[in-house]
Antibody, heavy 114, light 110 residues
Framework: EMQLVESGGGLVQPGGSLRLSCVASGFTFSKYGLHWVRQAPGKGLEYVSAISANGDITFYANSVKGRFTISRDNSENTLYLEMGGLRAEDMALYYCTSDGFDMWGPGTMVTVSS | QSALTQPPSASGSPGQSVTISCSGT?????????VSWFQQHPGKAPKLMIYEVSKRPSGVPGRFSGSKSGNTASLTVSGLQAEDEADYYC??????????FGTGTKVTVL
């Protein structure tokens, strides 16, 4: 069964850092680009970041550029999102999703609060 | 990049049809065929319902259909069923590896 499972969310103070992970299974991870999409409580979906299959191309939304870093380890079938300088507006459920958005993980919640 | 504009809500009785619009610009919906639609039930991850404007992934019922005209895309759900009650989001490729999502529409089955 093809699956994505996120982890690493939690409570962090404003200005703090967190690293999210997304472990994939059931498909050839190294062949596909991946994305991070977030959803603030009670709000809509927001596109955050993307990385190509071999990791040489990345994209960041303006709202996170310079603070977040996307990366991947194809030997471990894992996608990462390093989050720094966290703000209240970064509080959201973070989903990893496949190229084409046909597969989504259940999400991991990031709470930014003092 | 601004979010695509969707109506906040839509509704219909069982068996009826409902159409949701997704208004973008010539920089996203108007230029690219990569328009998708997602269904999201409360507490669940989004589910892809339509991709490339009008294609349905395997397992999505045929009563879900998509179209596009100019800068506006549309999702039609025909023969509404109780389980179709959910939030629906559109998305479009916006160039330079960027995607933009719609504001979301809550569909209620009366």
């Amino acid at each position: 069964e093809m699956q994505l499972v996120e982890s690493g969310g939690g409570l962090v103070q404003p200005g703090g850092s967190l690293r999210l992970s997304c472990v994939a299974s059931g498909f050839t991870f190294s062949k596909y680009g991946l994305h991070w999409v977030r959803q603030a409580p009670g709000k809509g979906l927001e596109y955050v970041s993307a990385i190509s299959a071999n990791g040489d191309i990345t994209f960041y939304a303006n709202s996170v550029k310079g603070r977040f870093t996307i990366s991947r380890d194809n030997s471990e079938n894992t996608l990462y999102l390093e989050m720094g300088g966290l703000r209240a507006e970064d509080m959201a459920l973070y989903y990893c999703t496949s190229d084409g958005f046909d597969m989504w993980g259940p999400g991991t919640m990031v709470t930014v609060s003092s | 990049q601004s979010a695509l504009t969707q109506p906040p809500s839509a509704s219909g009785s069982p068996g009826q049809s409902v159409t949701i619009s997704c208004s973008g610009t010539s920089s996203d919906v108007g230029t690219y065929k990569f328009v998708s639609w997602f269904q999201q039930h409360p507490g669940k991850a989004p589910k892809l319902m339509i991709y490339e404007v009008s294609k349905r992934p395997s397992g999505v019922p045929g009563r879900f259909s998509g179209s596009k005209s100019g800068n506006t895309a549309s999702l039609t759900v025909s023969g509404l069923q109780a389980e179709d009650e959910a939030d629906y989001y559109c998305s479009s490729y916006a160039g330079s590896n960027n995607y933009v999502f719609g504001t979301g529409t809550k569909v209620t089955v009366l």
